[in-house]
């Protein structure tokens, strides 16, 4: 059971390329057997999914992945979550405006190097929360770059020309937001993190979990995540972090949690089928 649950993917309602239900019917192809969807600071796929992971037969779950602005990266999945909580929803209002003005600041920087870019273009490419992939694919539509990758890499990642850092809430900020849901945390990828996580503080703060198995995780990675996990009570998460074709990040499902950490966090995952 445990292998073929895949907690972590995105919709076009963030910055996947694939709407909810075709999210959730290649995730059926690919036997995934639960399926949580974490938009960016959106809940709106939702329904959809689950309405599709209804006619499919497969097991699904609201969730949620916020960024957060401590640095690029840091990242907080929330789970077990009710997509209806109106704190929730004006929390996340906040953070989607924040995401507009940083995509706007990106916009100007690449301007002044010369490329023509509107912020039009860009919202263009997204139906709800907007992020540098939406203005990768809005340079990869002009002719600039040939893929996300490309301008992550020219323009876009620290230390490039167009680099704007984030403005999304702190951890602590993330962490309360998902519990005025009723939900609970987990720090997506710590691996792909640059400086090494200090967990305390935010165990401290609220933190239940850790996304220790993750598809770019290496094997020692995931092994040093899991004694961490161990370490600081945390509830261990993993998925594929999918986000459809012409993302860089095309495959769903075949993430492993071990059986006895899959079965800690199953009934906390509020499975509405
Ligand atoms: P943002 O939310 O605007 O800071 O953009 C971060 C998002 O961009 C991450 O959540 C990933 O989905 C995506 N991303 C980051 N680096 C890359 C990359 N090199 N190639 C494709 N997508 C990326
Ligand atoms: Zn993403
Ligand atoms: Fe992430
Ligand atoms: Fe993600």
Same mark, same amino acid.
């Given at each position: 059971?445990?292998?073929?649950?895949?907690?972590?993917?995105?919709?076009?309602?963030?910055?996947?390329?694939?709407?909810?239900?075709?999210?959730?019917?290649?995730?059926?192809?690919?036997?995934?057997?639960?399926?949580?969807?974490?938009?960016?600071?959106?809940?709106?796929?939702?329904?959809?999914?689950?309405?599709?992971?209804?006619?499919?037969?497969?097991?699904?779950?609201?969730?949620?992945?916020?960024?957060?602005?401590?640095?690029?990266?840091?990242?907080?999945?929330g789970?077990?979550i009710?997509?209806?909580?109106?704190?929730?929803?004006e929390?996340?209002?906040?953070?989607?405006?924040?995401?507009?003005?940083?995509?706007?600041?990106?916009?100007? *920087?690449?301007?002044? #190097?010369?490329?023509g870019?509107?912020?039009?273009e860009?919202?263009?490419?997204?139906? =709800? /929360? +907007? &992020?540098?992939?939406?203005?990768?694919?809005?340079?990869?539509?002009?002719?600039?770059?040939?893929?996300?990758?490309?301008?992550?890499?020219r323009?876009?990642?620290h230390?490039?020309?167009?680099?704007?850092?984030?403005?999304?809430p702190?951890?602590a900020?993330?962490?309360?937001?998902?519990k005025?849901?009723?939900?609970?945390t987990?720090?997506?990828?710590?691996?792909?993190?640059?400086?090494?996580?200090?967990?305390?503080?935010?165990?401290?703060?609220?933190?239940?979990?850790?996304?220790?198995?993750?598809?770019?995780?290496?094997?020692?990675?995931?092994?040093?995540f899991?004694?961490?996990?161990? *370490?600081?009570?945390? #509830?261990?998460?993993?998925?594929?972090?999918?986000?459809?074709?012409?993302?860089?990040? =095309? /495959? +769903? &499902?075949?993430?492993?949690?071990?059986?006895?950490?899959?079965?800690?966090?199953?009934?906390?995952?509020?499975?509405?089928?």
């Amino acid at each position: 059971m445990a292998r073929h649950a895949d907690l972590h993917c995105h919709s076009r309602r963030s910055d996947g390329t694939l709407e909810p239900a075709e999210v959730v019917r290649r995730a059926k192809k690919a036997g995934v057997g639960l399926l949580v969807l974490t938009d960016h600071d959106s809940v709106s796929g939702f329904a959809e999914a689950r309405d599709e992971a209804a006619r499919q037969g497969i097991s699904f779950a609201c969730g949620i992945e916020i960024n957060t602005g401590e640095a690029d990266g840091i990242h907080v999945l929330g789970y077990g979550i009710d997509p209806d909580s109106a704190v929730l929803a004006e929390r996340l209002d906040v953070f989607r405006a924040r995401r507009q003005s940083r995509v706007g600041r990106i916009v100007e *920087r690449l301007n002044a #190097l010369g490329i023509g870019l509107t912020i039009a273009e860009v919202r263009g490419e997204s139906t =709800e /929360t +907007l &992020g540098r992939p939406h203005v990768a694919d809005a340079l990869r539509r002009k002719g600039v770059v040939k893929d996300r990758g490309e301008a992550f890499k020219r323009f876009l990642s620290h230390d490039a020309d167009a680099y704007v850092p984030p403005m999304g809430p702190t951890v602590a900020e993330a962490v309360a937001a998902i519990k005025a849901a009723g939900g609970w945390t987990s720090l997506a990828h710590p691996g792909t993190v640059k400086k090494d996580v200090d967990l305390g503080p935010w165990v401290e703060q609220g933190l239940d979990g850790i996304e220790a198995c993750y598809r770019a995780h290496t094997g020692p990675q995931t092994q040093r995540f899991l004694e961490a996990a161990k *370490r600081y009570g945390l #509830l261990v998460t993993g998925g594929s972090d999918f986000h459809g074709p012409n993302t860089g990040r =095309e /495959t +769903l &499902g075949g993430v492993e949690l071990p059986d006895d950490q899959y079965s800690r966090i199953h009934d906390r995952l509020r499975i509405v089928r």
